[in-house]
């Protein structure tokens, strides 16, 4: 079983910087990709990053409309999946999550862009943004 917490959320004014944090926890071949998403309320859930991560390799990436302020990482596997948030605008409020999932290859990481494509998910972390 896979278990996912995030947190890091939290109010901030526009221009602004945060950064989420993922621990994940459980069998590691299951959440071999890992992806945050947000949802703002009356929308759909959307991905932003994602890093696929094994042993012996590691990719990363960003989805065009945040790929300029936000980035996706981590340290090792057993260390928590960071988001960094620079250049915070209000349209970013929404929740955040982190969601796992076992793929074959990095390239399965970058197409799984849809809430029923991952297994496991975190609670949320509430970010704000006022202007």
């Known amino acids: 079983q896979v278990r996912l917490v995030e947190s890091g959320g939290g109010s901030v004014q526009a221009g602004g910087s945060l950064r989420l944090s993922c621990a994940a926890s459980g069998d590691p071949d299951s959440r071999n990709c890992i992806s945050w998403f947000r949802q703002a309320p009356g929308k759909e859930r959307e991905r932003l990053a994602g890093?696929?991560?094994?042993?012996?390799?590691?990719?990363?990436f960003e989805a065009d409309p945040v790929k300029d302020r936000f980035t996706i990482s981590q340290d090792n596997a057993k260390n928590p999946v960071y988001l960094e948030m620079n250049s915070l605008k209000p349209e970013d409020t929404a929740m955040y999550y982190c969601?796992?999932?076992?793929?074959?290859?990095?390239?399965?990481?970058?197409?799984?862009?849809?809430?029923?494509?991952?297994?496991?998910w975190g609670q949320g972390t509430q970010v704000t943004v006022s202007a």
């Open positions: 890093i696929y991560s094994t042993t012996g390799a590691k990719s990363t």
């Open positions: 969601a796992a999932d076992r793929v074959e290859n990095g390239g399965q990481c970058i197409v799984r862009f849809r809430q029923a494509d991952f297994a496991y």
